[in-house]
């Protein structure tokens, strides 16, 4: 039984909201006071309208002001796609003119982010490690956090496991960081790291997807069948669409032969999923297991041709046709399938299947049968 590969997607990050007013604006000063407050109470409409006439102001008296333009940047950020890349040319005027570290760091991370929204991965994990030189102990947490994020959607799970071991220790009640890294741990063959990782993640998330289903897939890897089960409705409860989901939770079905639940759960994976392979294979193996031979036939053809050819699975699926086929007395169509599950791969023995059949139909010949 396969389980469908199931692809995590990155939850947005958020820009820090965490800036300090510069030490340069007095308290008197209304508009500056005014533009940083409206950042801070995330009226970024507002905050982007005066920090735009500050800098004008800066800019017209000669004297470019980076913390405006750093503050400018972070405002565009906050404001959807459209704006990111006005954002991000801010941000790059600030990064010339900031001299403090704060500044500098702040600058910076606003640009990590930015890509990291904009998913862009190699350029976010740059702009975090030119940050890294003037952060503090806490902001290297959120270096850590934005890195290792951007190294999971890159699938360099070695890397973004080093950065979310980092990060949580700053940010232990993050569930997505956990998901995040058991996910990295389990892509790395290390079950025994990754189940932990996965089942705190559900634990301060309960509809944590990441942490949900691949618990259960490692449940399910590990024939913990009633585990895999318990965990896969919990996620299936608050993910009802999710067909990856549904998949894996007809599989561990499967495993503690609840059959009838496990072709309904595989049934609606194939209605969403026409041309899913293992689920085609798996509705097969239920329907083989209800002894429903017409429909495991039906479906052992049909993933028969989405497998690849002359792999191990092809050459499984071929002999649990021929068995079909051999049920309903089919003993023709079961030869050929026990011969080209043996053509396909030759890892598992064929030969007593195949002499049992030849027999079946050498015996119906002498007796005049049409098979």
Not at 221 to 242: K, L
Request: charged letters at 25%.
């Amino acid at each position: 039984m396969r389980a469908n590969r199931y692809v995590a997607v990155i939850v947005g990050a958020a820009l820090a909201v965490s800036f300090a007013l510069p030490g340069v604006v007095s308290a008197q000063d209304e508009k500056w006071k005014d533009a940083y407050n409206a950042f801070s109470q995330r009226n970024f409409r507002q905050a982007e309208t005066m920090f735009r006439e500050v800098c004008a102001e800066y800019e017209d008296a000669g004297q470019p002001w980076g913390w405006c333009h750093m503050m400018l940047g972070a405002t565009l950020g906050q404001m959807g796609s459209s704006k990111r890349q006005e954002a991000l040319a801010q941000l790059e005027i600030a990064k010339e003119l900031v001299t403090e570290d704060e500044q500098r760091y702040q600058t910076l991370n606003s640009i990590a982010n930015i890509h990291l929204l904009d998913r862009n991965w190699s350029q976010a994990i740059a702009a975090a490690n030119d940050a890294g030189p003037f952060a503090s102990a806490e902001q290297r947490g959120l270096l850590a956090k934005i890195k290792g994020q951007a190294y999971y959607q890159e699938e360099d799970y070695q890397n973004a496991a080093v950065e979310l071991e980092k990060a949580i220790q700053s940010r232990p009640s993050e569930a997505n960081l956990h998901a995040f890294l058991g996910r990295a741990y389990f892509e790395l063959g290390d079950k025994a790291k990754a189940l932990p990782e996965l089942t705190q993640a559900a634990q301060l998330d309960r509809t944590n997807r990441i942490g949900l289903f691949f618990a259960a897939r490692i449940n399910l890897d590990d024939g913990n069948y009633a585990q895999a089960v318990a965990t896969a409705e919990r996620a299936i409860q608050a993910h009802p669409q999710d067909t990856s989901i549904r998949n894996l939770l007809g599989s561990a079905y499967l495993g503690v032969d609840r059959y009838t639940e496990a072709i309904q759960q595989f049934e609606v994976v194939i209605q969403d999923r026409p041309n899913d392979a293992p689920a085609s294979y798996n509705l097969g193996q239920a329907y083989t297991a209800t002894e429903n031979w017409p429909k495991a036939v039906e479906q052992f053809q049909k993933a028969q041709n989405l497998f690849p050819a002359g792999g191990a699975t092809q050459s499984a699926l071929l002999y649990d046709l021929g068995i079909a086929f051999e049920k309903l007395g089919r003993n023709e169509d079961a030869l050929r399938a026990y011969q080209d599950s043996a053509a396909s791969n030759d890892s598992v023995d064929k030969q007593d299947a195949i002499e049992r059949v030849q027999e079946r139909i050498r015996r119906a010949k002498g007796k005049g049968g049409d098979q």
